[in-house]
Structures are given as C-alpha cells and as structure tokens.
C-alpha cells in the first residue's frame, strides 16, 4: 500500500543525500522474472532464513541460548542487544562470552541488520531510506517527525511488507515497478530499526503503508507485528495495517483481534469506478470488501479508517464524494475517511485536483456527517515518492544490474 507516494511532496525542496558505501549490485538470473498478471493470491516468501535473531521473542531467544548450552538469562541479554542497543553484528555483543558468540556465529546465526542504500532527509525532516536486502533488492522506508503542540516529537514510521507489488494499482510508482517477494518478519522489522536509528529517537508509531500489499504477507506482517508490539514496545493502537482489499484476509485479520487500525483504500464509491484503478478489485466486489470491514469493526471495536486517492477528473466530483456518503451511510461511527490529494508521478496520466475541488469534495462528505480528513502533503519530492526512489536505482526494479552507478537524484521541482 504505496500510499506515501501521494503524502510526501513540497514545492522546491532540494533534498541532501547520504550515500552507503556499497554502490554496485550484482545481477542474478533469477530476479529477472516479473509478475505480469494481477494477482491476489498469497505469494510465499522464499529463501526463509531461519537463522535470524531479529524478529525472535524473548522467550525463543532464552530457549536458543540454553540450546547452546547457555543459562536462560543469556537470552535475555540478547534481546536487549538486538533491540534496545540495536548492535548489528553477533561479534559487537560485547556483554556475551566469546565462547557464545563463537557458537551463534558457527551455528549460521545471524542479528538480521542489512545496510543502508541511500538515506534522502527533506526540509521539513521527512527522511525515506533506501534498504539493500542480502539479495540485493532495494526496499524503501520513510520516517515521518511530526511535533505536537507540547512540543513532543512523534516518529512515525512507513515501513513496506514486499519487494515490489504485484497489484499494479493504475496510480502506483511501485505497482508500475513491478514485484519479486514478500518481505520475511526480520526485513520489516529492521525498517523500524533502522529509521530510530537515523533519528536517534523512538518510533511511536508504524503505518504499513511502503511498498506492497500487507495482506498478501500477512503471515510475516502479524509476526512483524508481534515483534513491533512485544519487543520494540510499539503500542498496538500506534500500528495501521493498510491493505486494497484482498478475498478472505480481512476476516483472517480481525480474528486476531488485534487493537490495530486497519486502513483500506477505496479510491472509488462504486464497483465499475474502482476496478479502473485498482485493477485486483475485479476479484473482490466492493459489497464484499465492506461487509468484510464492518465485520472487522464489530470484531475489533477499531474504527475503519477508509482511504480515497483524489485522481483529478477520475473520482473527484461532488457526485463521487454523494456516492461515497450513501456506501458509508449504515456504519454509524465506526469509521474515518482520509482524502489524499494525489500527487504525480513520472509515465502517468493522473493529475492532481486543485484545491477548490478537493475541498469542495470534503464539504460534500462532512455536510453529510462522514467524518473526513485531507492527508497533508508533506516531505519528500515526487521524484523521491513511494517506489520511485527505488525505481531511480534500479530501471527494472526487480533486476539488481551489476555495476550500475549510483546517481544523485535531482533537485526537486514544485509539485502541487
Ligand atoms: S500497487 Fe500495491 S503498493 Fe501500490 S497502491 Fe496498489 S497495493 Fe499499494
């Protein structure tokens, strides 16, 4: 759920980059396959690495140790170094004896830290990070400071479920990039880390809303999930998991009775509307998809938080927003819609509206008391959006090209 892409955009920001050292990447045979069709069905994850500490709970970490012949405080001590004091390398936890770390190591163990590609901070300190995985793929992360009125810095963190998405929504830089794989728990986690890392501060809260589709992960976004909530302490209600909408995942979700928000986004009020610009629509009616939602609300008691992408002269009329009332008419207060102004990217033929429209739209939502919010576009360029920074890396973004050079992206120009 790329929704990011439209959030961050500022008029004239020129962005400052932090390279990694690591500039090339080596091209493998196998990350040339792409997925053409559209697609919801599950994808599974390959090459699990079993082997990883991150992502693991405390109790998994003591069992490991005495495993190794250790006291079960150890494992506590491990959980404290992957977590609190974030060490990278099994070799820098210093508290444990070598003879340990010695063990961990040559039983093929590993922390599950990969390193940074590119950071890009903004003006206003929106910072995205490039992430290079051990295969090389590139994923994309976003940390988002917003302070309050006490002067309170709240981070919050985008974090992506996928390499890629195969569901090819028509106004997606990462649909358009194409898709190779889920994501394992460790790979999302270390997203979370990584961004308290540049800010040197805690995330209070993480929107899945990077690169791909959560409920085709949802196995290793619940893990995920787990981890964020146990071990890093990320209050449940601080986690929106924010999906298109795919058959039979929804209820799955709500059966875990998380405390989560779920995020969905519409981006039409009717079924025809819908399938033009999500295209996976076609396998999930929007009847269905609703009353998969209200199931979730009454499962739950979490208010629906529904996502609606303006497009300009596609779903931006005021008969659209009337449209959209009469579908949420029977929910009562078991929802929210967020507008989101949409912000261009490059090969599209979307547009943004202008003002008047959009608030003309949200006057014609709330005069018919559905409570709407406007998403505030700030941040990051749109050369940098959601799937387009990676995609400046790698043209095929599911091919890592040996050798190929890194490039500064551009200054930005205005958006919007
Ligand atoms: S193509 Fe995938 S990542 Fe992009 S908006 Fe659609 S579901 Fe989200």
Redesign the pocket.
């Known amino acids: 759920?790329?929704?990011f892409q439209q959030m961050y955009s500022a008029p004239s920001i020129a962005v400052r980059v932090v390279r990694s050292r690591s500039i090339s990447m080596a091209a493998t045979s196998t990350a040339r396959k792409t997925v053409s069709a559209v697609s919801t069905t599950p994808v599974r994850t390959p090459h699990i690495d079993s082997h990883v500490l991150l992502g693991m709970s405390e109790l998994d970490l003591q069992q490991l140790a005495t495993d190794l012949g250790q006291q079960k405080y150890r494992g506590k001590q491990l959980h404290q170094l992957i977590y609190k004091s974030k060490v990278k390398e099994i070799q820098d936890f210093n508290q444990l004896p070598l003879a340990f770390r010695n063990d961990l190591q040559e039983a093929g163990w590993k922390v599950g830290r990969s390193p940074l590609h590119q950071v890009v901070k903004a003006a206003d300190g929106t910072i995205k990070v490039l992430i290079k995985l051990h295969d090389n793929r590139l994923i994309e992360t976003v940390g988002i400071p917003v302070e309050d009125d006490k002067g309170t810095i709240r981070l919050t963190a985008c974090v992506s479920s996928q390499v890629g998405?195969p569901?090819?929504?028509a106004f997606?830089a990462?649909?358009k990039g194409g898709y190779l794989r889920n994501l394992q728990r460790h790979e999302i986690v270390e997203q979370v880390l990584a961004i308290e890392d540049l800010f040197k501060n805690r995330v209070s809260n993480v929107v899945f809303m990077g690169?791909?589709?959560p409920m085709l992960n949802l196995k290793a976004v619940l893990e995920a999930h787990r981890c964020l909530n146990k071990d890093i302490q990320i209050g449940q209600r601080m986690i929106t998991i924010s999906t298109?909408g795919v058959p039979n995942t929804i209820k799955k979700l709500a059966s875990h009775k998380l405390q989560s928000t779920l995020a969905v986004?519409l981006h039409a009020p009717n079924q025809r509307l819908r399938e033009t610009i999500?295209p996976s629509a076609k396998a999930y009616p929007l009847d269905a998809l609703m009353k998969d939602c209200k199931d979730y609300f009454d499962e739950t008691s979490r208010r629906v938080s529904f996502e609606y992408t303006l497009l300009a002269g596609v779903n931006d009329a005021v008969e659209h927003a009337v449209e959209l009332a009469e579908l949420l008419r029977a929910w009562g207060s078991g929802y929210h819609v967020n507008l989101i102004p949409f912000n261009p990217i490059e090969d599209t033929e979307f547009r943004r509206p202008y003002k008047k429209t959009i608030l003309a739209f949200a006057a014609a939502l709330e005069s018919r008391k559905v409570t709407t919010s406007i998403r505030q576009t700030r941040g990051l360029d749109a050369n940098a959006a959601c799937?387009q920074l990676r995609n400046s890396f790698q043209k095929s973004p599911l091919v890592a090209e040996a050798g190929m050079p890194i490039t500064e992206p551009d200054t930005v120009a205005a958006v919007g």
């Open positions: 759920m790329a929704l998405c569901l090819r929504c997606c990462t649909g690169m791909g589709e298109v986004s999500v799937g």
